[in-house]
């Protein structure tokens, strides 16, 4: 079994009661990481598998976690599902992306770090804030009254015709 298939087993099999304890120690891999990452986001991260997993603590369950949230964010991503302990990682990794992904996935642990400074100006992050919270804006198109004409242009009233 995949590293991938088993980070796939591990969340599903969560209950309710093992949820909290669960997420609280993936949430704390995953800042780890992600503070390091920022830290140093001159350099790609890049290593075996299995070293960065016990470079940042993690079991390798949680670093395929970490691997499978990253992944829409990377510049070039790669197959999850063929990841085994010696696999060479290089995460190039889209920062303006990832600030957007991170908040569209409401993750206020990762994207209020505080090496985001370092990474991304204040300006940058409130424009792809502004651009994250537009997305999701929904633009109702305004709906013909009942005795204006139809637009399908049939001439008949819309109450007559698609309005039926």
């Not at 990481?33 to 603590?57: C, M, P, R």
């Not at 499978?68 to 510049?75: C, M, P, R, T, V």
């Not at 992050?125 to 049939?154: H, L, M, Y």
């Amino acid at each position: 079994m995949s590293f991938y298939e088993k980070w796939q087993n591990l969340v599903s099999n969560q209950t309710e009661d093992s949820f909290p304890v669960f997420w609280e120690k993936y949430s704390q891999v995953e800042q780890n990481i992600y503070t390091h990452i920022l830290s140093q986001h001159e350099d790609a991260l890049t290593g075996k598998y299995n070293d960065l997993a016990e470079k940042f603590g993690a079991s390798n369950e949680l670093f395929m976690g970490f691997l499978d949230g990253i992944q829409s964010s990377l510049k070039t991503p790669f197959e999850l599902e063929e990841v085994d302990e010696s696999s060479e990682i290089n995460l190039d990794i889209d920062f303006e992306k990832l600030y957007y992904n991170m908040l569209e996935a409401k993750a206020e642990h990762l994207f209020t770090i505080a090496e985001w400074d370092k990474v991304l100006p204040q300006e940058k992050r409130d424009e792809i804030t502004k651009a994250q919270r537009r997305s999701k804006t929904i633009v109702k198109e305004k709906k013909p009254g009942r005795n204006e004409p139809c637009p399908c242009g049939s001439g008949k009233k819309y109450k007559k015709c698609c309005g039926l």
